[in-house]
Nanobody, 128 residues
Framework: QVQLVESGGDSVQAGGSLRLSCEAS????????MTWFRQAPGKEREGVAS????????VYADSMKGRFTISRDNAKKTVYLQMASLNAEDTAMYYC?????????????????????WGQGTQVTVSS
C-alpha cells in the first residue's frame, strides 16, 4: 500500500498562487501514475492533472491548462501541483491519488476507479 500525504493548501486572494505537494511512502513502486483531484462543496470530485512517474508525461483538465502545472521529484517521491491565477472556482479540497497500472491512462485518467491509494486532502480556499 502507498501512503499519500498532501500539503500546501491555504487561503489566498484571487489571482494568487499556491504549490501543493503530495509525498508518497510505503510501496512507492505502486505509484506509477499520480493524479490530483479536487472536490468543491456540493460538487463531484474532478480530475485536475495527472503525471506518469516513469517518463514524466502529463495530462490536464482543459480548464486547468496554462494555470496549473503538475511535476514530480522521483528522489523525494513527491508530486507537486503548482497553481497560478487562482479564482474562487478553484476553492476545493485537493486530493492526490496513485495507481500502479493504468490501461489507456491518457484517456481515462479522470476516472477514480483505477486509483488504489488516496490521500486525505488539503484545502484550498480562494477569496475574491
Amino acid at each position: 500500500q502507498v501512503q499519500l500525504v498532501e500539503s500546501g493548501g491555504d487561503s489566498v486572494q484571487a489571482g494568487g498562487s499556491l504549490r501543493l505537494s503530495c509525498e508518497a511512502s510505503g510501496a512507492t513502486g505502486r505509484r506509477n501514475y499520480m493524479t490530483w483531484f479536487r472536490q468543491a462543496p456540493g460538487k463531484e470530485r474532478e480530475g485536475v492533472a495527472s503525471i506518469s512517474f516513469n517518463d514524466g508525461a502529463t495530462v490536464y483538465a482543459d480548464s486547468m491548462k496554462g494555470r496549473f502545472t503538475i511535476s514530480r521529484d522521483n528522489a523525494k517521491k513527491t508530486v507537486y501541483l503548482q497553481m497560478a491565477s487562482l479564482n474562487a472556482e478553484d476553492t476545493a479540497m485537493y486530493y492526490c491519488a496513485a495507481a500502479e497500472y493504468f490501461r489507456m491512462w491518457r484517456s481515462r485518467w479522470r476516472m477514480e476507479e483505477p486509483y488504489t491509494d488516496w490521500g486525505q486532502g488539503t484545502q484550498v480556499t480562494v477569496s475574491s
